[in-house]
């Protein structure tokens, strides 16, 4: 079974930046999409950036311009660099990675908090 591993959460001021990182512990064949998540206390989980064989590069509207997904294939591992940090972008970030044939793994979350 493989596993997701993210790293790179922690505290950060206002106009800060972080580099969260996801590695998966194995290869995963047919990797059809990846992406990142958060959630927020009190509100739903939400995607924030993903690249999928469909539609390319995604990023939510909040994010855009100030995020940027990308992954190294040779080290099993999604990134998601983010400038700019604002308050609201404080949550739990998760990672995800689906593959064909129902494939679906989850990380279990980096903490970003944005707080002066």
């Known amino acids: 079974q493989v596993q997701l591993v993210e790293s790179g959460g922690g505290l950060v001021q206002p106009g800060g930046s972080l580099r969260l990182s996801c590695a998966a512990s194995?290869?995963?064949?047919?990797?059809?999409?990846r992406g990142w998540y958060r959630q927020a206390p009190g509100k739903e989980r939400e995607l924030v950036a993903s690249i999928d064989s469909v539609r390319g590069t995604f990023y939510a509207d909040s994010v855009t311009g100030r995020f940027t997904i990308s992954r190294d294939d040779a080290k099993n591992t999604v990134y998601l660099r983010m400038n700019k940090l604002k308050p609201d972008d404080t949550a739990v970030y998760y990672c995800?990675?689906?593959?064909?044939?129902?494939?679906?793994?989850w990380g279990r979350g980096t903490l970003v908090t944005v707080t002066s």
């Open positions: 995800n990675i689906k593959a064909y044939y129902a494939v679906d793994y």
């Open positions: 194995g290869s995963i064949a047919r990797i059809n999409f």
